[in-house]
């Protein structure tokens, strides 16, 4: 249990009780990050029941204010940040010294602006028990991501993650959410296949631009899975409509 709670509290912004930082302790917990997801999907899903009393676009500002107080904007970070990186158009270096300056750059507020404009309209357009998927594919894009590519920087949280996620991560990131989504819709498995291939071709993007990843861009993959999940979804039911 007290890995368990470390994980959440890096990863989440819920209340838990406080456990003393291991290394060991958080290595262990490296697989447990994508059944974080499906805590996180499952309050998400309930948040969904506003759609009870309220209109579709005042559901989706609550859901996307739920989903950034849950997460504390942790991934939305490495969003904007990536992007003010990559589409700066230097040389390596000066991407990754870019990318870690704190101050945001205009196409790291353009990514968050298209981030919220694209839930605030997708939200209301995909059925809301596939919430229960959504941070599961999430929480396991930065464990496939980080399975096959090298961290550039000398250190950080991220460099211990990267080097020590294995087989047993990989397959935690590919298994569970494969399973809730084959349990709650098997044409689910759609989204997250293509979501998976989204991780899997960003990466290699990166590795060639920057020569690997860094967390910054582990916070990408996490949401832009998420986008990839929740626009394959949509066109999914659409097509089946």
């Known amino acids: 249990m007290k890995t368990i709670w470390l994980m959440m509290a890096f990863f989440t912004r819920l209340p838990v009780p406080y456990v003393e930082y291991t290394e060991e302790r958080y290595l262990k917990g490296l697989e447990l990050i994508p059944l974080l997801g499906i805590l996180m999907g499952g309050i998400l899903y309930g948040l969904s029941f506003f759609h009870l009393i309220f209109d ?83 929480k396991s894009a930065p464990l496939i991501s980080a399975s096959f590519a090298e961290y550039v920087r000398p250190s950080g949280m991220g460099k211990l993650l990267v080097d020590n996620c294995g087989k047993v991560e990989l397959f935690m990131a590919i298994f569970v959410p494969t399973v809730v989504a084959a349990l709650l819709n098997p044409w689910y498995l759609i989204a997250v296949g293509v979501a998976i ?8 993007h990166l590795k060639k631009v920057l020569g690997g990843i860094t967390g910054d861009t582990m916070g990408m993959v996490c949401e832009l899975s998420q986008m990839v999940f929740v626009f394959v979804i949509y066109a999914t039911q659409s097509f089946l409509s």
């Open 56 to 138: 579709p676009q005042v559901v989706s500002m609550i859901l996307l204010g739920g989903y950034i107080v849950l997460t504390g904007g942790l991934h939305l970070d490495g969003l904007a940040d990536t992007c003010d990186g990559i589409f700066s158009g230097r040389e390596r270096d000066r991407m990754l010294e870019i990318m870690k300056d704190s101050h945001v750059g205009s196409f790291g507020v353009l990514s968050m602006i298209f981030f919220v404009a694209f839930y605030m309209v997708m939200y209301g357009r995909i059925p809301y028990e596939s919430l229960l998927v959504l941070p599961v594919v999430g």
């Open 197 to 204: 291939v989204s991780v899997i071709l960003s990466t290699n």
